[in-house]
């Protein structure tokens, strides 16, 4: 587990202000319905609420990241909530529920990458890099409040039927594929802000 506070960066976009600087929190930590005690996020227009109340991203990605930019990557280093080991999140499908230590939460959506993000890292194109591995972690929604520690077990409690994984959602949202959205619009309890990004898909086609 990992949580921060919002500190002053200059490089952290238009809000000044940042908590990607993620550290390891000890003992057992509480999981509310807006993420873990002790945690904030900054920018909570883009960041945080109960759709994206905890960021979640597995140690084998962080370690694929360390190999392709030949340096070491600490744990929360990518802002995560929880640092996973042993779990495919990125082939987590939309709607998939998990027991995370005695909370029950819901993979609701994939990190979309900004300019914190590209200023955290301090990689050239880091954007572009992140958006194109298509490893971007989930962001789960808190459905019963519990508590988590390190070596909690991660224990799959539902999968729906014909959803979508955590790359294909990314890949959804930068390519537009439309049978990826329509895939998205009927998983039940989607996050909200993919309504709004269909809406805007389909404004723009009828401009076009």
Partial sequence: MNAGRAVDAQWAGRVKRTAIDKRPASGAVAVGRLGLAGDEQADTENHG??????????????????????????????????????????????????????????????????????????????????????????????????????????????????SVTMAEAMHAYYTHDPELIRRILHVPGHAAKWDAFAGDMLVRGRAG
């Fill in 49 to 162: 609420g109960v759709d994206q109340a905890v960021y979640v991203y597995a140690r084998e990605d962080i370690d694929w990241w360390a190999g392709r930019l030949e340096r070491g990557l600490r744990d929360g280093m990518f802002g995560e909530n929880i640092t996973s080991a042993g779990i495919d999140v990125t082939g987590a499908v939309m709607g998939e529920r998990w027991r995370l230590g005695t909370a029950v939460v819901e993979v609701t959506a994939p990190r979309i990458p900004c300019s914190v993000f590209r200023g955290w890292m301090s990689e050239r194109g880091w954007v572009k890099q992140f958006a194109m591995a298509r490893r971007p972690g989930a962001y789960l929604r808190v459905i019963e409040p519990g508590a988590v520690r390190a070596g909690d077990a991660v224990e799959l409690l539902a999968r729906p039927f014909a």
